[in-house]
């Protein structure tokens, strides 16, 4: 019998930061439960990120997730966009961390690639495949779909960037 593990991927952005977890054991993957964490963008930058911080730590409290993925920056033409998006970003990768996790990233085209077969593919093929995988999932954005679509990549790239991370370790 295989051991399954709870693995939390996370779509980050500073609007709309989304969040999935599943359950992965071998080939088999369960919907575990998804959703997204929001910051009111009347706000400050810094009290942005703590309403992102405090909503991403909950999911890991509530979840109690083994490891965890964040999708790389997606670098745009507006640099203070994408400096944002990096910042929320950071927030992502810190809260897994924080909590003792291992956290692993991933190109999004890798992320599509994994789940819909290409690395080009739309939000709504995205969308049908997270539910053609595992169709008990629900989600209740395009970024807790897209973070379902992260948790799947892992499980089934987490093998190759454990190696990478031991690899790393021991160098």
């Not at 790389?72 to 998006?85: E, Q």
Request: proline residues 3%; contains cysteine; positive net charge.
């Amino acid at each position: 019998m295989t051991h399954a593990i709870r693995l939390l991927g996370i779509d980050p952005g500073l609007r709309r930061t989304g969040w999935g977890m599943i359950e992965a054991a071998g080939n088999r993957l369960s919907f575990i439960a998804s959703g997204t964490v929001t910051s009111n963008n009347k706000k400050s930058l810094a009290e942005r990120l703590v309403e992102l911080h405090d909503g991403l730590s909950e999911v890991v409290r509530h979840h109690e997730p083994q490891e965890a993925a964040v999708e790389h920056t997606f670098v745009n033409k507006d640099a203070g966009a994408t400096l944002k998006l990096g910042q929320a970003r950071g927030v992502a990768l810190l809260v897994p961390s924080l909590a003792g996790l291992a956290v692993a990233e991933y190109a999004p085209n890798l992320v599509k690639k994994t789940v819909v077969g290409t690395g080009h593919a739309e939000k709504e093929q995205i969308r049908a495949m997270v539910k053609v995988l595992m169709p008990r999932a629900t989600f209740n954005s395009d970024d807790a779909a897209d973070a379902l679509a992260i948790a799947i990549c892992h499980a089934q790239h987490r093998a190759n960037s454990a190696a990478r991370l031991a690899a790393m370790g021991a160098a």
